[in-house]
Nanobody, 119 residues
Framework: QVQLVESGGGLVQAGGSLRLSCAAS????????MGWFRQAPGKEREFVAR????????VYADSVKGRFTISRENAKNTVYLQMNSLKSEDTAVYYC????????????WGQGTQVTVIS
């Protein structure tokens, strides 16, 4: 059974930093994209960033480029999202997800972790 467990959310002042973690288990993820998404109150879920588990290739949403960094630690089966220069508009529930390379849908999702940025 695939499990994605996020952690690291919390309350932070604008301009501060947080690092989110996503611990993955239940399968081999070498042929997967690992993504971070977020959903703010009253808004649709949006893509934040993704990384390939094997090669580390990354893609970012324009809204977070230069501020957020996605990375993975293969030995720990963990994906990270380092968030710097946080803004109030980054406030959301952040979700980790997995998508097999060659498919269009993220099939596995974590439960989410709340990030609240206060100005």
């Amino acid at each position: 059974q695939v499990q994605l467990v996020e952690s690291g959310g919390g309350l932070v002042q604008a301009g501060g930093s947080l690092r989110l973690s996503c611990a993955a288990s239940g399968r081999t993820f070498s042929n997967y994209f690992m993504g971070w998404f977020r959903q703010a109150p009253g808004k649709e879920r949006e893509f934040v960033a993704r990384i390939t588990w094997s090669g580390g290739s990354t893609v970012y949403a324009d809204s977070v480029k230069g501020r957020f960094t996605i990375s993975r630690e293969n030995a720990k089966n963990t994906v990270y999202l380092q968030m710097n220069s946080l803004k109030s508009e980054d406030t959301a529930v952040y979700y980790c997800a997995a998508r097999r390379i060659g498919t269009s849908e993220y099939d596995d999702w974590g439960q989410g972790t709340q990030v609240t940025v206060i100005s």
